[in-house]
Every structure is written in C-alpha cells, then in structure tokens.
C-alpha cells in the first residue's frame, strides 16, 4: 500500500511513522512537493493537513491541484483531511467532497 502524507507537526509525522512505515510511505510537509507526488504516483491513501510552514503551501493547494486535474488517478483514492482548520476543510470538502474528515487526535482518526 502506498502512502502519502502532507504534514509538518513533529508529533503527528511521528505518528504517521509508527503507524504506517511498515508500508510504502511518503511523507512531507510542503504542498508543492505533495501535488509532484500526485503526478507522478498513484496513492492508496492520502492525509492532508492544511496549515503548513511558510511558503509550504496548504492542504487547499493540493485539493485545488486534484480537483483542476479531474484525470489524475489519486481523484479515486481515499483522502484523509486531518486538519482542525474547519474553514479550510470546508473549502478541501467542496473541492473534493467524497474526502473524509477526521481531524488528528479524535477516536475516528486513530481507528483508521
């Protein structure tokens, strides 16, 4: 199964570490580098954060990214939104509604 998650919090790239490293997983904390990813591979399983450093972008960048490039084969992939942003999840929903929301640290989140 491969994996990608864009994130930059040190605790939950921990996480996502412990929990799925036994799989193909890509990890990264800028957008840009995430949408050079989606074009180049196809994931089983995508997490978004949305609030990232600066000059990273954002989880909307690489929502935006797959929903102008409706061909790209991750547009039937699982997404994951896991941000407490809700009024950025809100924009990633309309852009990708079949997106799930489950925002890191509840009990749906860690059951995935």
Request: glycine share 4%.
């Amino acid at each position: 199964m491969r994996i990608l998650v864009l994130e930059d919090n040190q605790i939950r790239i921990q996480y996502f570490i412990r929990k799925w490293n036994a799989y193909d997983l890509h990890l990264t904390c800028n957008a840009f580098d995430a949408i050079s990813l989606l074009k180049e591979n196809t994931f089983n399983l995508i997490f978004l954060d949305n609030d990232l450093g600066e000059g990273n972008g954002s989880g909307v960048h690489v929502a935006r990214f797959l929903y102008e490039h409706k061909n790209n084969k991750n547009n039937n992939t699982r997404i994951v939104v896991h941000s407490w942003n809700m009024p950025a999840v809100t924009v990633i929903r309309k852009l990708l509604p079949r997106a799930l929301c489950f925002p890191y640290g509840v009990n749906d989140f860690f059951k995935i």
